[in-house]
């Protein structure tokens, strides 16, 4: 069974403090790995997707990386608009449903 | 561009009672999908359809079906809604493997 984990559930950093949001996933076969901004009240906005280990994209001050096992959500000196719930998501390769299957995200909070 | 557009954003239902949820999506995508999210649980894929006049079972499809009736729109029916069915509900579709594009959901309460 396609499995995709995050951790932690919630993080509160300072402005400026910078960290990292973990997805791990065990999937037979990875199509591609997705990262999503999720605001209270709103549907989830597309980020990021990566197709193969090694692969990093960046976007302001968020940035992707994917390894075999695992993808991190980097973000550097984050900003209070940072704050939102961040969703991974991975694609699989053949049989079975189309569609994603998503984490549980993980609630980040941003303080002044 | 709307994206993708839901409609109602809120609902109350009593149990039994039956709704449709629709939604239609105006970037040209091929594939539509229907996804609940409930606290604790994350995303979870009702329905989808890969192409117009085709659709398939995802994880949690009991208690529900769906229409695409045209390329444009996908609705999700409740024939008879329960208590269980309380949840936020998100419609979403995409072309190939670029990301999915989320409409802003509805959140349906069954009494």
Redesign the interface.
């Known amino acids: 069974e396609d499995q995709v984990t995050q951790s932690p559930e919630a993080l509160r950093l300072q402005e400026g403090e910078s960290s990292s949001l973990n997805c791990s996933y065990t999937v037979s076969g990875l199509?591609?790995l997705?990262w999503?901004r999720q605001d209270p009240?709103?549907?989830?906005?597309?980020?990021?997707?990566l197709?193969s280990a090694g692969e990093e994209k960046e976007k302001e001050r968020l940035k992707a990386t994917l390894t075999k096992k695992e993808s991190f959500l980097h973000i550097t000196a984050p900003k209070p608009e940072d704050s939102a719930t961040y969703?991974c998501?991975v694609?699989v390769s053949g049989g079975g449903?189309?569609?994603?299957?998503?984490?549980?995200?993980t609630h980040l909070i941003i303080q002044p | 561009n709307a994206g993708?557009t839901q409609t109602p954003k809120f609902q109350v239902l009593k149990t039994g009672q039956s709704m449709t949820l629709q939604c239609a999506q105006d970037m040209n995508h091929n594939?539509m999908?229907w996804?609940r999210q409930d606290p604790?649980?994350?995303?979870?894929?009702i329905y989808?359809s890969?192409s117009e006049g085709t659709t398939?079972?995802?994880?949690v499809p009991n208690g529900y079906n769906v229409s695409r009736l045209n390329k444009r729109e996908f609705s999700l029916r409740l024939e008879s809604a329960a208590p269980s069915q309380t949840s936020v509900y998100?419609c979403?579709s995409s072309a190939s493997?670029?990301?999915?594009?989320?409409?802003?959901?509805t959140r349906l309460t069954v009494v």
């Open positions: 199509r591609g997705f999503y009240g709103k549907g989830p906005e597309f980020l990021f997707t197709y969703l998501a694609q449903a189309d569609g994603l299957t998503f984490g549980k995200g | 993708v594939s999908y996804y604790g649980m994350g995303l979870r894929l989808y890969a398939d079972k995802g994880e998100f979403a493997d670029y990301g999915y594009t989320f409409g802003s959901g």
